[in-house]
C-alpha cells in the first residue's frame, strides 16, 4: 500500500479507521465532506444547519465505522448516515415550531422558530426561491429522489443503494417527484396571478 492515503481505496481506508488511524479518517473526510455537505444544504435549505449536520454525519459514521461493508461505495454510506440526520433534524424541527406556537405569545421569544424570518426571503433570487419552496413542499420521499437524482447527479442505482429501495422504485419516485413539482410550481404561479 502506498504512503499516500490519497491513493488508497475507500475500503483500504476505512480498514485504518478500524484501527484507529487518524490520517485514514482525514481522508475520507477530504473525500466526502463537500458532497456530503451540499446534499444536506439542499435537503434543509439552512447552510448553518448543513454544517452542523455534516459533522454530526461524519462522527457518527467513524463511530460506525465497523458496520461499513466495503463492499459499497463509502459515498454511499456516508450520504445514507447523512440523510438519516436530515430526517432526524427535520423532527426536531417539527417539535420546536409545535412548541413555539403553543406558547403564549409573550413567552415566543424564548424557543427559537426554525422558520427564516419573512424578509430574509425577499430578495432578487425569486425563482429560486420559488422553486426551493416547492421543491420543500415535495413529500420527502419524492423530494430526496429529486435531490439525490437531480442536483446530486447520482445514478439511479446509486440513489436506490442510498435510499434502501429498487431502481424501479427511484424512476417511479423521480417520475412523481417532476410532475408534483411541475404541479406545485403552477399552483404557486395561479396564486402570484391571482394576488397581482
Known amino acids: ?18 484501527a484507529g488511524r487518524e490520517d485514514a479518517c482525514r481522508e475520507l473526510l477530504n473525500r466526502y465532506k463537500a458532497g456530503v455537505y451540499r446534499l444536506i444544504v439542499r435537503q434543509t435549505g439552512d447552510t448553518e444547519e448543513a454544517m452542523d449536520l455534516t459533522q454530526e454525519a461524519f462522527v457518527a459514521g467513524f463511530a460506525a465505522i465497523d458496520r461499513y461493508d466495503g463492499e459499497r461505495p463509502f459515498r454511499i454510506w456516508i450520504s445514507r448516515i447523512a440523510i438519516n440526520k436530515c430526517r432526524d433534524w427535520a423532527r426536531r424541527r417539527k417539535v420546536r415550531a409545535f412548541f413555539a406556537r403553543a406558547l403564549p405569545i409573550e413567552a415566543a421569544h424564548d424557543v427559537a422558530s426554525g422558520t427564516p424570518l419573512p424578509d430574509s426571503e425577499a430578495g432578487d433570487r425569486s425563482e429560486l426561491a420559488r422553486v426551493r419552496a416547492a421543491i420543500a413542499d415535495l413529500p420527502r420521499n419524492l423530494r430526496e429522489v ?16 442510498l435510499l434502501g429501495v ?24 395561479a396564486v402570484s396571478d391571482r394576488l397581482a
Not at 500500500?1 to 478500524?18: G, I, V
Not at 429529486?146 to 443503494?161: D, F, K
Open 1 to 18: 500500500m502506498s504512503a499516500d492515503p490519497s491513493q488508497w481505496s475507500d475500503a483500504d481506508l476505512a480498514a485504518l479507521a478500524r
Open 146 to 161: 429529486l435531490l439525490l437524482r437531480g442536483v446530486e447527479e447520482m445514478s439511479q442505482a446509486e440513489t436506490a443503494a
Open 166 to 189: 429498487s431502481e424501479k422504485t427511484i424512476e417511479t419516485r423521480l417520475y412523481r417527484a417532476r410532475a408534483k413539482l411541475r404541479q406545485l410550481l403552477a399552483d404557486i404561479d
